[in-house]
């Protein structure tokens, strides 16, 4: 029997190394004893030895299980590098083994994995830190935290993202991190009673959590989900809880009493648009013109192929002539195309309509549409952020882009980024290693790649936008070409594979 002595809780570096070693001689699972160099060690195990340098094989594992792994050895389970390493040797002669969710063992890794993530979130969401004020030095900042499991290291560094201009220490039992304003540290652990009951600060955020607090939206059982009581004892607004609870019916009462008189400017756009695109949905059949589209947009407001739709504010569909030479396809619909049901008008779409008049394209004589029609976003406070849409909601809007095409039947479709890539070729790809090339498409036949507008305003500085605007440009006066014929050098064509 070996034993395996790790430096720390959550050494996964150490473990790594160790398990790629005994895993790469061959030795089985059940000839190793794990621990760390905190814990007791066992008695019935042997010196530890170095592991056999005869032949060695080599390991593949999935990213999924690193990933997972580097988690799971945070978990307070005192078997957990053990199970990872049986894990590991399992992996070896069943490559597709986390696939099975149903097997034993790969529950466990999931179960463990979320309730070390759960740990991690509440750890960002809790954790409330007291200012201490020492003369002749700088403000600095406590707070104490209980994790679940061993989590302290592992989390860190998000307090360091946010509170990088603050000199904090988190004090937990086990260990404690420490940030001077340049670098991060580790310690032994403490008490409680190092971190101040309360500070000024403290009544600051009561008031406005009695501000915020919405009686209207009380539920107190998802409320203790989210916040478990054990928590309540570090957390300031904790003592207001019960109080408010006990007040909401007469609070939710004072305000159906007063309703608020003006509708923000937001809120009425969106129930105006929204009334439209009902108006729009429920009309009676019309003359087609010569194209279906009408009718097609018409089918799309209904469209419940994914659950995007339960989020959006409405379907934004294509947009332009039906007999157009170029049809433009991009990823989704951003926030103000959200609002306002129409493609390609926001930030993105400015930029997008001035390099169309550089290039000397008419947007009037194309096509505009999206790979996806409705917008994912995240909600983040009263802002909703931007979310790449997955393959499996590209693919399930993928029924009406292919109409659209079937209609417009255009010269050339110019993909914009990867997600239109993908429901245009049925492939993923780099959009740089493809980018200026013409793909070969049995949906729209020649399509030619360049970037969404979106990656040049999220370079982070003002040369690198100039200079990839130009490109842009340059890739629609290429593209505009080509649809006219006026282009006679051969086309580059690019390869998904």
Same mark, same amino acid.
């Given at each position: 029997m070996r034993e395996v002595v790790l430096r720390? +809780? =959550?050494?996964?570096?150490?473990?790594? =190394?160790?398990a790629r070693a005994l895993a790469e001689a061959g030795v089985p699972a059940e000839a190793v004893v794990w621990r760390a160099a905190a814990d007791a060690p066992d008695l019935f195990v042997s010196p530890p030895e170095e592991a056999p340098s005869g032949d060695r094989r080599a390991l593949r594992v999935p990213r999924r299980f690193v990933d997972l792994a580097e988690l799971v050895a945070c978990h307070r389970d005192p078997e957990r590098f053990a199970f990872l390493y049986r894990l590991l040797c399992r992996l070896q002669d069943? +490559?597709?083994?986390? %696939? !099975?969710?149903?097997?034993? %063992?790969?529950?466990? !890794?999931? /179960? /463990?994995?979320?309730?070390?993530?759960r740990d991690r979130h509440k750890m960002t969401a809790f954790v409330r830190f007291k200012e201490v004020l020492v003369e002749g030095a700088e403000p600095a900042y406590l707070a104490w935290f209980e994790p679940e499991h061993h989590i302290l290291a592992l989390t860190a560094p998000f307090f360091v993202e946010r509170f990088k201009a603050m000199l904090w220490t988190i004090v937990t039992p086990e260990a404690r991190a420490s940030w001077d304003g340049s670098a991060l540290h580790f310690g032994p652990g403490g008490s409680r009673d190092e971190v101040p009951a309360e500070d000024a600060t403290e009544e600051h955020w009561r008031t406005?959590?009695?501000? !915020?607090?919405? +009686?209207?939206?009380?539920?107190?059982d998802a409320m203790k989900r989210e916040m478990p009581v054990k928590y309540w004892k570090n957390l300031p607004e904790a003592q207001l809880i019960a109080p408010l609870v006990r007040s909401a019916g007469t609070s939710e009462a004072r305000m159906v009493a007063t309703p608020q008189k003006t509708v923000p400017k937001r809120a009425a756009a969106i129930v105006a648009r929204a009334d439209e695109a009902r108006a729009e949905r429920d009309a009676p059949p019309t003359a087609m013109g010569n194209n279906g589209l009408e009718a097609l947009k018409r089918e799309a407001l209904a469209c419940t192929r994914c659950d995007l739709h339960q989020f959006a504010t409405q379907t934004v569909f294509g947009e332009g002539l039906s007999t157009a030479d170029l049809v433009f396809v991009g990823e989704q619909p951003g926030d103000k195309e959200d609002l306002a049901g129409k493609p390609f008008i926001g930030p993105a779409g400015a930029l997008f309509d001035r390099?169309? *008049?550089?290039? *000397?394209? %008419?947007?009037?004589?194309?096509?505009?549409?999206?790979?996806?029609?409705?917008?994912?976003?995240? +909600?983040r406070g009263k802002r909703r952020i931007h979310k790449k849409p997955g393959v499996g909601e590209i693919n399930a809007c993928h029924h009406w882009l292919e109409e659209e095409l079937k209609i417009l039947r255009p010269r050339l479709t110019i993909a914009l980024g990867a997600s239109a890539i993908r429901s245009l070729t049925g492939q993923s790809a780099s959009v740089l290693s493809v980018r200026g090339t013409v793909l070969s498409s049995a949906l729209a036949g020649p399509v030619f790649v360049t970037v969404h507008p979106s990656f040049i305003l999220r370079l982070p500085d003002e040369a690198s936008q100039t200079t990839e605007f130009g490109r842009f440009v340059a890739d629609l006066r290429h593209a505009k070409a080509r649809a006219a014929g006026e282009d006679s050098t051969p086309a580059a064509t690019g390869t998904l594979l």
């Open positions: 720390a +809780p =959550d050494d996964y570096e150490g473990w790594r =190394d160790a069943e +490559p597709r083994l986390l %696939d !099975i969710t149903t097997d034993e %063992d790969v529950f466990r !890794i999931e /179960m /463990m994995a979320k309730s070390v993530r406005y959590y009695v501000n !915020i607090f919405n +009686p209207a939206r009380l539920k107190v390099a169309l *008049g550089e290039a *000397g394209i %008419d947007r009037t004589r194309a096509y505009v549409t999206n790979a996806v029609k409705h917008f994912k976003f995240e +909600p």
